[in-house]
């Protein structure tokens, strides 16, 4: 009979120390868990600031026309000649040099 009383107990111990390294392996998980959903957090507001960053650079991605030769072209990879407020976009410097001949 001791012999069983003895073995319930280890048993019992056994079962005892399962249990609390069971809610302690529980806790760092959740820890570990918030973490990382922290981390996730904060990696999707990087992704959310670079779309809007990208959408913004689309939008001054506009497309003028050429005023010699009539051609749509980007307006960042234009030649630009301005008078006053007024601008000219130009596809090439050609056509840039050819206008102000034309112009005066
Ligand atoms: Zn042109």
Same mark, same amino acid.
């Given at each position: 009979?001791?012999?069983?009383?003895?073995?319930l107990?280890? =048993?019992?111990?056994? %079962?005892? %120390?399962? #249990?609390v390294?069971?809610?302690?392996t529980?806790?760092? #998980?959740?820890?570990?868990?918030?973490?990382?959903?922290?981390?996730?957090?904060?990696?999707?507001e990087? %992704?959310?600031?670079?779309?809007? #960053?990208q959408?913004?650079?689309?939008?001054?991605?506009? #497309?003028?026309r050429?005023?010699?030769?009539?051609?749509?072209?980007?307006?960042?990879?234009?030649?630009?000649?301005?008078?006053?407020?007024?601008?000219?976009? &130009?596809?090439?410097?050609?056509?840039?040099?050819? &206008?102000?001949?034309e =112009?005066?």
């Amino acid at each position: 009979m001791e012999m069983l009383d003895a073995l319930l107990h280890i =048993t019992l111990g056994l %079962l005892l %120390l399962r #249990i609390v390294m069971s809610i302690i392996t529980g806790i760092l #998980i959740n820890k570990k868990m918030q973490q990382i959903q922290k981390n996730n957090a904060s990696i999707l507001e990087i %992704l959310y600031d670079q779309k809007v #960053i990208q959408r913004n650079e689309a939008m001054n991605d506009e #497309i003028v026309r050429d005023d010699y030769c009539g051609k749509m072209i980007e307006k960042r990879k234009a030649y630009i000649v301005s008078s006053g407020d007024h601008k000219n976009y &130009f596809c090439s410097w050609e056509c840039r040099e050819k &206008f102000i001949k034309e =112009t005066g």
